[in-house]
């Protein structure tokens, strides 16, 4: 199913990504960690496409294989970065050929450092916002985009952050998932200002929990943006005990998914590392059913 039905069902959307491994120990263990987390019934799972856009069959081998071999319903990280458009378009084509119709459009960063210069491909596309209008011109595809709660890295400010994202949106998308964040104001600023601006896009709120103290210098080079300095003060006040660092990650993911959902956010997006025991933790913790979770309602076939 489109996650647009999903979503529109009424119930609250529970979502895992994974990435493509580069190893065959790794893509055993995450085989292991889809099998744990089917019998969760998320209501969708994603995997992401390797940066500058080097994980290209992995990412539609591991769709293609969710799709034919799991009750689950897949959906593809796509990337723009160093693809030429007649390259996006035989990729959609593969997507569509292997029964995989839900994909996340991205713009990608260049390989090597994010931030270095965008460069754009002589034959490719500017923007995500692109991306999504290709897609959509196929007609049977259902989109997501990124949504950045402390704005994206390259963006001036704020306000043109807000205006790019909402005319993505209206170029298309379904859906937005969120870069990871760990406070919920955080979430609801962007969510209100999304909407100020007219645009009613359901954003899933995409949750990483801290399993250690080196997740929160990887959270920052992901996002982008400084990691609250209150929790991060919490987090070293424990900093000897790996045991109580890991809990007090799962407690504060947990507490922080709660808030979310209870102020209506549409579901969460959880960031596994291909690991699923902090997700299942956290998931158990915030009680997923008595929210209603989708996946529990919907159909699960690919
Ligand atoms: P865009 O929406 O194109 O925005 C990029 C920048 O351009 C922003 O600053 C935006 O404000 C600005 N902009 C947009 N339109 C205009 C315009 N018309 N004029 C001027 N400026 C404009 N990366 C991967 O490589 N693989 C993945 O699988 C992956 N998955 C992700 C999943 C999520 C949920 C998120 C949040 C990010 C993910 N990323 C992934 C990272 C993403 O590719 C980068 O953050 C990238 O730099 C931005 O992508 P975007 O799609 O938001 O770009």
């Known amino acids: ?68 071999d799991t009750t689950l319903t897949p959906v593809a990280h796509f990337t723009a970065v160093n693809h030429s458009q007649a390259e996006l378009r035989n990729l959609i084509g593969r997507f569509a050929a292997v ?25 490719g596309v500017e923007y995500a916002a692109d ?4 897609i959509r011109s196929y007609g049977d595809f259902c989109v997501g985009v990124a949504a950045f709660p402390y704005k994206h890295p390259r963006s001036r400010d704020i306000e043109s952050d807000t205006r790019y994202f909402v005319e993505k949106c209206r170029a298309g998308a379904d859906y937005a998932i969120t870069q990871m964040f760990f406070r919920a104001e955080d979430y609801f600023r962007l969510r ?4 100020a601006e007219g645009c009613d896009v359901p954003i899933l709120p995409g949750i990483m929990p801290v399993t250690q103290l080196s997740t929160i210098e990887r959270s920052e080079q992901l996002s982008g943006a400084p990691f609250p300095p209150e929790l991060r003060a919490r987090f070293e006040a424990v900093a000897d005990d790996p045991e109580a660092v890991r809990r007090l ?30 997700t299942r933790e956290v998931y158990g913790l ?17």
């Open 1 to 68: 199913p489109a996650i647009r039905e999903l979503l529109a069902g009424g119930g609250r959307s529970f979502s895992f990504e994974f990435f493509p491994p580069k190893t065959d120990k790794g893509v055993r263990s995450l085989w292991r960690t889809i099998r744990e987390l089917e019998s969760l019934h998320p209501t969708f799972v994603s995997v992401t496409y390797g940066a500058g856009g080097g994980t290209r069959d992995t990412t539609v081998d591991i769709v293609e294989r969710i799709a034919t």
């Open 286 to 302: 915030l009680d997923a059913a008595a929210y209603g979770a989708s996946g529990n309602a919907a159909p699960m076939t690919a």
């Open 249 to 278: 990650g799962i407690e504060h993911a947990a507490g922080l998914c709660r808030e979310l959902l209870d102020q209506d956010a549409p579901g969460i997006h959880f960031i596994t590392f291909n690991k699923s025991t902090a």
């Open 131 to 134: 991306l999504v209008r290709m």
């Open 99 to 123: 029964g995989v119709r839900n994909i996340l459009a991205l713009r990608g960063d260049p390989p090597g450092d994010p931030m270095g210069e965008w460069i754009k491909h002589p034959e």
């Open 192 to 195: 209100d200002r999304v909407v």
